[in-house]
C-alpha cells in the first residue's frame, strides 16, 4: 500500500513544497493555509475519496521553510502517515465546540509572527473548504497576523505539470481512449441515454479509472443543447449526435476530453461542424508555442471556426487540467496568462449549429517548448456514424 | 428529459421553498444565500456533475417571499431552465474582471431592505463555495445589511426527508444491495484490491446507479486499518477481512452503508466482532425513538458493544444521509441534535479488534413515529465467507 497511496516518490513532493516556498518568499507570505482537496493531494499526496463528505475541513500548512504541517481529523491520520508528511496533528472531529481551530490558530501563531502574513487562495476558480464562522474565529484568534490571497502562488506552481504528473495524466487519457473505442459497441439506436452513460463509466472502471468523477454528455438530431446535463432516459435515435465526455481519474489525475457520433448516416450540417472544429484544433495544434496568452487561443479558435463558416460558440474554448477537472488558466478573450511549457491544457472548441443544437470538441495536450504534445488519440476529422 | 432533470414534481420543490421561508422569517432573514450542489439541488432541482470544475460559483437566493432566483454562470442557463426556477439571471463566468459579485449584489440590494440580514450557512459541516476575495467584496458592495449563519434554518429543514425523498434513497440502497450480493462474484482470494474495488463499481453500475461519488474500503489479516483509503495494488489473501462502503447515486440520492467478507473462514476474533455489531445494531433498530438525541445513539451502541466484551472504535457512530454522503447529526457524545420523524440516518458502529485492526458496519435507516425503519437489506449476523 505505501507506494500507491504515495503516488509518486518523496523528490517530488518535496520540489513541490520548495517551489511554493520560493513562490511565497516572492509574495511575502510566512505560511500558506490549504483546505481544497485538491490542494493538499498536492503538497501531501494524501488522496482519499472520502472528501465526499462534507463533515469534517481539513488543514495542511506550508511554512516559509521546513516540511509541511497537516492537522486533520483524527480519522485520517493513518492516511496522512503513509504520505511524506511527518507532522500530523489531529482532533476528534466532528467537534460542534472547536472543530480544528484551536489546533490550527496554535500552530499558526507558533509559525507566523506578528505582523506575518498567513497566504490563502481567495481569488478566480478557488474556494475555502470550511465554515465561513470558523475562518471568521480564525482570524480572530490570529490576532496581528494578516491573510492574505494566495491565489498565484499556488496557481504559478501547480499549473506546471512535471513529466511525472504528465505521465499520469497521459495514463488517465489512455483508459479513456479505450473505453471511447468501445462506446459504439453499446451506443446504438433504440438504447435509453441514461444506459449509455452507465455502460460508458463501466467500461472507463473496466480499461482501467480507479473512478470516474465527471460524465457528460448530450444526444439529440443534428445537435445537442448543453454540456453539462445529466443523461436523458430518452433512447437514441437515428439522425441523433451523441457527445460524451469524461473526467475519469486514475492516481488522483484527470483527463478531460470528449468524443461525438453520428446515430446512423451523419446530417450534412453536423458534418460541416465536425470538420471546422477538427481543423480549428488542427491550427492552435501547429501554432501554439509558450510566451503566448490564453486569450490568443481562443482568438486561434474562434478564427479558424468563422472562416469555415462556422458560428463559435460562447464561453470558454478550453482550459487548464490535472488534479481537478478543470484548472485555470481560461481559454476566454479576457485571460491573459502567459502559456508556459509544462501546462497540460484543453482544446475545447464549440460551434452554434442552430437555436438549441452545438458540437463540442475537447482534446487534451501539454505544451513543450516546440509545441503541443497530444495526450489523447486525436479524434477522427470525420464524424465517426454509429450503425450505417 | 423535462421530468428526469426536474427529479420531483414542482410542488415538492415550493414545499422546501416555503419550509426554508418559515425558518428565515423566525431567525430573521430576509434571503438566504446557497452556494454549494447539495443546497442548489435541494431548491430548485438543478443536478449536474459539473460542480466538479471549480471554475465557477453558482448562487441561489431565497428570498422572504416569492419563488427562488438562481444567479449562476450561463453555461448552466439551459439546464436550471429545465427547472422549475423561472428568474434565472447569468453572466459569462468564468470573468476575472467580476465573477457574478456584480450581478449578485444587485439582486441581494433590491431583496434586502438596509438593516436586513443575509442568512448563509456558516456553521459546521458547510462552507461557501465562491472565493473568499468575491465574499469579501460582496458585503462590502452590500452596505448596511448584516449577513448571518442560516446553518440551522438550512439544516432544520433539509434533515426531514419526503416520502419522495426516501423513496429515492430506498432506491439507490436497493442499488447497493444487488451490487454487495455480487462482491462474492469478482471478491476471491488473489485478486488486487484496487481490481475489486472496481468490479465493485461496475456492479453498482451495472445495477442502475446513475454514478458512484463514493467508493472505500480496506482489507487485511483479520481486519483492515482505516475505511477511508483508496485502494491498495495487493491481492486479497486468505485470512482478510474485506470491507467495502458505498455512497452511490441516483436521481442525485446517496445510499452510504458497508459491508463485510471473511476470504476463506473467519477468523475468531472478527467473527466476534461482527456479532457484536450486529447486536448493538439491533439494540437501536430495536430502541431508537424520535425525541432521543443523536448522542444517545452513541452511547447505545458503544453501551452495548462493551456488554459484548468489544472495544467500541472511536469517532462518530453514523450521521444523516441524503443528498449528500453524510449530513448532519453526528452520533458522537458532544451532538444533543433531536431526532425527528423522516430523518434519514446511517447506523455505523466500529470495533478495534486489534492495534491497526478494526471492523465496521453500516445500515440506513429512516426514522418513524414508530422506530427505525431499514432502507437497505440487514446485514447477516454472521460473517459471510468467501471461498469456503
Known sequence: MPERSLI???????????????AMAVAGFDALLLTTPAD???????????????????????????????????IGADLMGRTWIDDIRTWPAPDPRDDGIGLLSETLNDLVPGGGVVGLP?????????????????RARCQGRRFGDATRVVHGVREIKSEAEIDKIRSICAVADRAYAR????????????????????ALLAEGADWVSYVAGGAGQGGYGDVISPAPVDPLLRGDVLMLDTGAVRDGYFCDFDRNWSIGPAPDDARRAHHALFEATETVLDTLRP??????????????????????????????LGITLTEWPSFTPLDDTELRAGMVLTLEPGVDIAPGRILVHEENIVLRDTGPELLCQRTPPDLPEIGT
Open 8 to 22: 509518486f516518490p518523496c523528490g517530488e513532493f518535496q520540489r513541490r513544497c520548495a517551489a511554493l516556498q520560493s
Open 40 to 74: 493538499v493531494f498536492y503538497v501531501t499526496g494524501f488522496l482519499t475519496r472520502f472528501w465526499e463528505s462534507p463533515a469534517r475541513p481539513w488543514f495542511v500548512l506550508v511554512p516559509r521553510a521546513g516540511d509541511p504541517i497537516a492537522i486533520i481529523p483524527a
Open 122 to 138: 481567495m481569488g478566480l476558480e478557488t474556494h475555502l473548504r470550511m465554515p465561513v464562522a470558523d475562518y471568521d474565529e480564525l
Open 183 to 202: 462506446v459504439p459497441e453499446f451506443a446504438v439506436e433504440g438504447v435509453p441515454v441514461d444506459q449509455v452513460f452507465r455502460d460508458f463509466q463501466i
Open 291 to 320: 510566451g503566448m496568452r490564453a486569450h490568443d487561443v481562443h482568438r486561434m479558435l474562434s478564427d479558424s471556426l468563422r472562416a469555415a463558416g462556422a458560428t463559435p460558440g460562447g464561453g470558454r474554448l478550453g482550459h487548464g
